[in-house]
């Protein structure tokens, strides 16, 4: 079945670097999205890789290796804003995404 | 900027009750969704629709749930008799043709007590 794996939760200061792990298991794969939550609210679009390499959307970044099964969101200079749960999801045929079990960042001043 | 809504925003009913769940999604979107996520779990899929039709659904989506576009602007998730485990916030979602980012409305949070 589908499965992705990424850690429960995260703590780090305002200013600092935090990377995000997402590893995958699946057949069908299209490409990783990366979303954000906050609690009590949407999830919201960050980015999206098909192809393997770096995607760069200012403070985020987001990271691809598809013979690795695996990717990764860097979240730099951190705010304490960001603070929020942060999913990876992989996309399938038919655009479904199927998301992962979200890690919690904590930012702390 | 366009958003997705959904209408009601707390929807409390009894078991074995038909709910409603409305969305309006953005308007020039072509693809259309729905996901559930219940308090403090993941996000889960529910199904996807596009030309008039369902494009994929999951084990979740049985026969109790049904969508339907009755117009050029809603969207809607039925569920004919409600279980307690159907208790979640259940979010709308639409997206662009050629386009991979899915816009999420507001949520719905469904109580079945």
């Known amino acids: 079945g589908q499965s992705l794996e990424q850690p429960s939760e995260v703590t780090a200061v305002e200013g600092a670097i935090v990377q995000i792990n997402c590893t995958y298991q699946t057949s069908g794969f299209y490409g990783l999205s990366w979303y954000q939550q906050h609690d009590g609210g949407a999830p919201t679009f960050l980015s999206y890789?098909?192809?393997?390499g770096l995607e760069e959307t200012g403070r985020f970044s987001s990271f691809l290796s598809r013979s690795d099964s695996y990717g990764y969101l860097l979240l730099q200079e951190l705010q304490m804003k960001d603070s929020a749960s942060y999913f990876c999801a992989e996309r399938a045929a038919g655009n479904k995404l199927t998301f992962g079990g979200g890690t919690r960042v904590l930012v702390k001043p | 900027e366009p958003e997705v809504t959904q209408t009601p925003s707390h929807q409390v009913t009894q078991m074995g009750q038909e709910v409603i769940l409305r969305c309006v999604p953005i308007?020039?979107?072509?693809?259309f969704y729905w996901y559930r996520q219940i308090l403090g779990q993941k996000v889960e899929f529910l199904v996807s629709f596009y030309n008039n039709e369902i494009s994929e659904k999951s084990e979740i989506f049985d026969d109790q749930f049904s969508v339907e576009r009755p117009d050029g602007s809603n969207f809607t998730l039925k569920i004919r008799s409600t279980k307690l485990e159907d208790s979640a916030m259940y979010f709308c979602a639409s997206g662009r043709q050629g386009r991979d980012e899915q816009y999420f409305g507001p949520g719905t949070r469904l109580t079945v007590t």
């Open positions: 308007s020039n979107h072509l693809y």
């Open positions: 890789n098909a192809l393997d």
